[in-house]
């Protein structure tokens, strides 16, 4: 599915790299959690990976589905099944949500040789997935983002996952904001979406989320590097005793 | 080019009622002492009256002929609700729309007017604009056939809107005419009114030069819309002035999206303790039309509101100017004022013009204002791209996004789809980057 091989990226400008030779793999149908302190480029990685403006990959590659990711245009990549969903969504306001799920689930569709879905059919799809998600249909016709609660928002996030149906989804700290009940419903949404040929990379600083979504693997992220992946059971650790013995024993 | 008042003054203008006549005579006598504004002028700085000059639209204009091409463009959507039409400039009956309206409501066409009528508005038209060095609203005056009047008595409401479309046709050579409207409002009376500004079909060249007058009564409500919907010849230059006596309120709505050149002058005079005003505006020029702004909002008396908010995006090689004024008297304390005015330049050709101006005279005021001319949010732009969206639609549902967070505010349910469709057309150049919001 997912294949990066050495990568190392700035920011624009910047002289010190933030991921400096990142290797991960991926499979089909596979569940990863990528933790780490702060600043350890997690966020990046997500970024880099949609295609972001003003991120420098200076070496090394990243495969998706057998395509070299790097050489596509952002729009490519979500047409192709990556998704990010964002750690902060970006408000529009004056555009409706159901208007931007149109616009996006028809352009995914129209790539993927399927016939457009109607207006009914969309709209009939959008209250079904704000229903599993416990979102009131009223949340379609408010503007995207407009004014929404951080719950609310990280909704609206696998909302959009849900009717896409990508192949790749990377959720970036969608449980950062999230009170326990919230947090249920948004694992409820991941957890539903679970299948053979669709995997996940879960970015997040706590171990909470991966109560409720078990993952299949467990990368730390530390310095702009994988620096120790392991089982489910590698999160409980990190619980325990933090991420500063890892940051040492890599010194 | 420097005849052009010349001819403009040298005009024949047709017969006319004695009281019009004498209106006619006094807007000569103005336009004899005035001058042609420059870009040297402050007021004029941003906007060059070159599409006027070297136009040549001079002459009055030609009969429109069968009537029935333009029926299409006379309609606003509005289901209910008397309608005035007048085809280039002269009132026509048969695209018009009479409804029944209540004792004490005077709307008419001033040709329709009787002497008694005629006399007096021959008295106070031109009181809210009087000429004064404004040029164009002393051609006005002399180049009067017709125009529209809208009295209502104290106390009465008028339940629907009141649609007044200036529609201009083809012309074989390029016309001008004058456009004229005065409301006044009855202490306590209430009603809202449509200015419609379009042309039917291309090569409609013609130079619409507009006065509106605006008395509201103690405690009147006015809502007032005016839509510029014009062609890409035509050329618009109007005042709408107000002045609001104590308590009452004016609500303007104002949407530029079409003409060559469109020049509009809001001034607005809150003259009697505790009147408001609110002006939400929405201008989107394209290719190389130029749409223009100017607002004038005078606190005279104390605790008098007023709030301004209007929006822009300049595509193409297009400009927007906008230049917002707030005037507070030395005695009008307790006011309150704001101004709020965001742009989008669509690309590096295109041109905003932004000038907030504050004058204020005394201590006792909350007054904010704030000017912005932005590219495109990046962030948004990515995030639209980044669910699949290609970039030149996501530059659609933005700048329909930013739009419509102003179009939203706008009354009358029709005019709102009427003026989204335009928005849209103006906003993708192919429509299919704008079929998911239609």
Redesign the interface.
């Known amino acids: 599915m997912l294949s990066i091989h050495d990568l190392e990226v700035r920011i624009a400008d910047q002289e010190r790299p933030i991921l400096k030779g990142l290797d991960l793999e991926v499979g089909a149908g596979e569940v990863h959690a990528i933790m780490g302190p702060n600043g350890s480029g997690k966020s990046t990685l997500g970024y880099v990976l949609a295609g972001r403006d003003g991120y420098q990959v200076t070496r090394g590659s990243v495969r998706f589905r057998g395509r070299d990711l790097l050489a596509m245009d952002v729009e490519t990549r979500a047409r192709e099944g990556l998704f990010l969903a964002f750690q902060y969504p970006v408000e529009i306001p004056g555009l409706s949500n159901l208007e931007f799920l149109k616009a996006a689930v028809d352009a995914v569709r129209e790539y993927r040789g399927e016939p457009p879905l109607d207006s009914a059919a969309l709209l009939r799809r959008a209250r079904e997935a704000c229903a599993a998600l416990r979102l009131d249909p009223g949340f379609l016709k408010r503007g995207v983002n407009e004014g929404f609660s951080g719950g609310e928002k990280k909704r609206n996030e696998i909302l959009q996952m849900m009717l896409l149906e990508p192949r790749l989804c990377i959720l970036d700290e969608i449980d950062s904001g999230l009170d326990i009940d919230a947090l249920q419903v948004v694992a409820d949404g991941v957890n539903a979406l679970r299948s053979p040929d669709r995997s996940f990379v879960l970015i997040t600083h706590y171990q909470r989320l991966l109560e409720y979504v078990r993952p299949d693997r467990v990368h730390v992220l530390s310095g702009g590097r994988i620096v120790r992946s392991g089982g489910a059971e590698l999160a409980l650790e990190l619980e325990e005793r933090g991420y500063g013995w890892l940051e040492e024993e890599v010194a | 080019m420097a005849d052009y008042l010349a001819t403009a003054l040298a005009r024949q203008a047709p017969p006319a009622a004695p009281w019009l006549a004498s209106v006619r005579a006094r807007g000569a006598e103005e336009a004899r002492r005035a001058r042609l504004p420059t870009i040297r002028d402050e007021a004029w700085r941003y906007t060059s009256l070159r599409p006027l000059l070297e136009g040549n639209y001079t002459a009055p204009p030609a009969e429109a002929g069968p009537l029935a091409r333009w029926a299409e463009a006379a309609e606003l959507g509005l289901a209910a609700g008397p309608r005035l039409v007048f085809v280039n400039g002269r009132f026509c009956a048969a695209l018009s729309r009479a409804t029944p309206l209540p004792e004490g409501v005077v709307l008419s066409p001033l040709s329709d007017l009787d002497e008694v009528a005629g006399a007096r508005l021959a008295q106070s038209l031109g009181r809210l604009a009087p000429p004064g060095e404004r040029v164009f609203t002393a051609l006005n005056q002399w180049w009067l056939e017709d125009g529209a009047v809208l009295w209502v008595r104290d106390g009465l409401e008028l339940a629907e809107p009141i649609h007044l479309l200036w529609l201009g046709t083809p012309q074989p050579s390029p016309a001008s005419v004058a456009q004229r409207l005065q409301v006044v409002l009855g202490a306590g009376a209430r009603a809202t009114v449509v200015e419609h500004f379009a042309t039917g079909g291309a090569g409609e060249r013609l130079f619409t030069n507009g006065v509106s007058e605006f008395e509201l009564g103690e405690g009147a409500c006015l809502r007032h819309c005016r839509v510029h919907l014009e062609g890409e010849q035509a050329l618009a230059i109007g005042l709408a002035a107000a002045r609001l006596a104590a308590g009452a309120r004016l609500e303007g709505f104002h949407a530029a999206l079409g003409g060559q050149l469109t020049r509009v002058e809001l001034h607005v005079a809150l003259e009697g303790e505790g009147a408001s005003c609110e002006l939400t505006g929405l201008y989107l020029p394209r290719r190389r039309e130029v749409f223009d702004y100017h607002t004038c909002v005078e606190h005279r008396s104390p605790n008098a509101a007023s709030e301004q908010a209007f929006r822009g995006i300049a595509a193409d090689r297009a400009r927007a100017v906008f230049n917002g004024r707030i005037h507070i008297h030395p005695g009008a304390r307790g006011s309150v004022a704001h101004l709020v005015d965001r742009n989008i330049l669509g690309n590096d050709e295109a041109e905003v013009d932004v000038k907030p101006e504050l004058e204020i005279y005394n201590d006792d005021v909350q007054c904010s204002h704030g000017a912005t001319v932005a590219q495109w949010d990046?962030?948004?732009l990515?995030?639209?791209?980044?669910?699949?969206?290609?970039?030149a639609?996501a530059r659609v549902?933005?700048g329909?996004?930013?739009?419509?967070?102003v179009l939203?505010r706008f009354p009358l349910q029709e005019l709102r789809q009427r003026l989204r469709a335009r928005l849209l057309a103006r906003l993708a150049v192919d429509p299919q980057l704008a079929r998911?919001?239609t």
């Open positions: 990046e962030r948004q990515f995030y639209l791209r980044s669910r699949g969206v290609p970039e639609e549902l933005l329909f996004a930013f739009a419509n967070e939203e998911h919001l």
